[in-house]
């Protein structure tokens, strides 16, 4: 299996397309910022239907959206026709999130034949500096049926 290490614009387009199609990304109001080869970042404004019951944002929202960068991170460097999935992830949430936007950034460690290991970094948009939780995927590429 071919690892990919070009960077063209219709790739960019597959993993919008792809992105833009997942109901739950529409339903929490996630938005693919940037993507380029092996990186993602993804911005969500923080809603009360976001939040729990201590006033700050929901670990599996922040852990959903982790998972999304990590996830577009890897599928940009995915072939035509090929796919993936996470397998593995861990988070570690290391500030409250409270704030007007979160925004995570997603990077592609190591791409093999069929792992890809990646980490994200979430943060509130208005403390840049301020890193509220860390993740570490391991997603399966899926090969193209072709």
Not at 30 to 43: C, D, F, I
Not at 72 to 93: D, H, I, R, T
Not at 98 to 109: C, D, L, T, Y
């Amino acid at each position: 299996m071919e690892i990919v290490d070009k960077w063209d614009s219709h790739r960019a387009e597959r993993v919008g397309s792809v992105f833009r199609a997942q109901p739950l990304m529409q339903a929490l109001g996630v938005k693919l910022v940037t993507v380029s080869a092996g990186e993602a970042s993804l911005q969500m404004s923080c809603r009360n239907e976001h939040m729990q019951h201590h006033g700050v944002l929901h670990g599996g929202v922040v852990a959903t959206l982790l998972d999304a960068a990590c996830g577009a991170a890897a599928f940009s460097l995915m072939l035509e026709g090929e796919g993936v999935v996470v397998v593995e992830f861990k988070v570690n949430f290391l500030e409250p999130a409270v704030g007007i936007e979160i925004a995570a950034i997603g990077k592609v460690k190591r791409a093999g034949n069929r792992l890809v290991a990646c980490v994200a970094d979430a943060f509130i948009v208005e403390k840049k500096d301020t890193t509220v939780a860390t993740m570490l995927a391991t997603l399966l590429r899926i090969p193209s049926s072709s």
